[in-house]
């Protein structure tokens, strides 16, 4: 900033957007080698952290330099130490570990250097999402069961950003049944069942999804509201009831979310409310939802981010009325409609 208050543009900006992906990769390495770990029980020097891993000291000095920069690591003397916030997050076995949902981002940071194929060709390189749905319970081609473990654990990770302030902003005090479509690791269902304990919820996903989704219900005690129930939510029948919470499945799907809208128009009695979340970048506050649609093309056949705007669109053409649109968090927004 100059004298007369001018800001004055440089390259650094810029310089930082080139260089976001040293970050990420950085603590994925580290997750995969297990250091975090290490460092949780007692701090350590470059050279016995190299030693305890079997493994030169050059390249451990590289990573407890980038941690440091990331602020993950702090260094006291020669002793580097987990900050609260690593030993929080990214400690295996810690309850809010975010391990999973590093392995599934750097997955997705493997596949992205086919993001150019993607771009110019319109072409899913996993085909994890497929135009009529997903291709394999949630997992992409070839992951199996441990595909879904890990597309379920990134859900919850990033649920718990937002599934609390669902339940805070999506008024429900006067529904009795709501269905949650593609409940996915079932947070919201779980988080939506303690705010409001009058309310029973059916959650329906795919079999391997459900089997997950029933634990954190379960943990969550409220297993007594809460029913899961397989299903593919595209061809099967839905049980009456007067809401439906659509939260971050139309996002999957192309010219079939529209669809999906009109059916839960049909569903709903009259005075029935459809709650549509997201992440609709116009609605929420940070910047993941505008980068959110790569990593759509790189996983999905038709799927795109749909913002506020085209939901609410599809809403109003397929008869709802009221259709209100607010903010839920740094991820997401929320419309309702009311048939
Ligand atoms: C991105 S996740 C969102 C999960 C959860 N609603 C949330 O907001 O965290 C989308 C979920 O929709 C489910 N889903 C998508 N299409 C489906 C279908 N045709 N039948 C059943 N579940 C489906 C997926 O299996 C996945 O769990």
Not at 64 to 83: D, H, I, K, P, W
Not at 211 to 225: F, K, M, N, Q, R
Not at 286 to 296: E, V
Request: with cysteine.
């Amino acid at each position: 900033v100059t004298d007369n208050g001018h800001v004055q543009p440089d390259s650094s900006r810029i310089h930082g957007i080139l260089t976001a992906y040293l970050q990420s990769k950085a603590v994925f390495v580290t997750l995969e080698l297990g250091i975090f770990d290490i460092l949780d029980k007692e701090p350590y020097t470059a050279a016995d952290l190299a030693g305890q891993m079997g493994i030169e000291q050059r390249p451990v000095r590289a990573l407890l330099f980038a941690l440091q920069g990331l602020q993950l690591v702090s260094r006291e003397g020669e002793r580097y130490q987990n900050t609260a916030e690593a030993s929080r997050y990214l400690v295996s076995g810690k309850p809010e570990y975010m391990g999973g949902f590093a392995e599934h981002q750097d997955q997705h940071f493997g596949n992205f250097a086919k993001l150019i194929d993607a771009v110019r060709e319109n072409r899913s390189i996993t085909q994890r999402v497929l135009k009529e749905g997903y291709s394999n319970q949630g997992a992409a081609a070839g992951e199996g069961r441990e595909g879904t473990g890990r597309l379920i654990q990134a859900m919850q990770v990033s649920s718990r950003l937002q599934a609390a302030q669902l339940a805070r902003s999506a008024e429900m005090s006067h529904i009795t049944h709501l269905l949650d479509l593609g409940c996915g690791s079932g947070a919201y269902s779980a988080a939506l069942a303690r705010q409001y304990p009058g309310l029973r919820i059916t959650a329906m996903d795919y079999p391997a999804v459900c089997e997950l989704a029933s634990h954190v219900i379960a943990e969550a005690g409220v297993s007594g509201t809460v029913e899961v129930r397989p299903a593919d939510i595209m061809r099967d029948p839905w049980p009456q009831s007067d809401a439906i919470l659509l939260s971050h499945v139309l996002d999957g799907y192309g010219s079939q979310a529209e669809k999906v809208i009109e059916k839960a128009y049909t569903a709903l009695p009259t005075g029935g409310q459809l709650f549509v979340h997201g992440h609709m970048p116009s609605l929420a506050t940070g910047l993941f939802p505008f980068l959110f649609g790569l990593i759509l093309l790189g996983n999905t056949e038709e799927g795109e981010v749909h913002d506020a705007d085209d939901v609410a669109l599809w809403m109003r053409r397929a008869g709802f009325h009221d259709v209100q649109t607010s903010n839920v968090s740094v991820l997401s927004g929320l419309i309702t409609g009311i048939k």
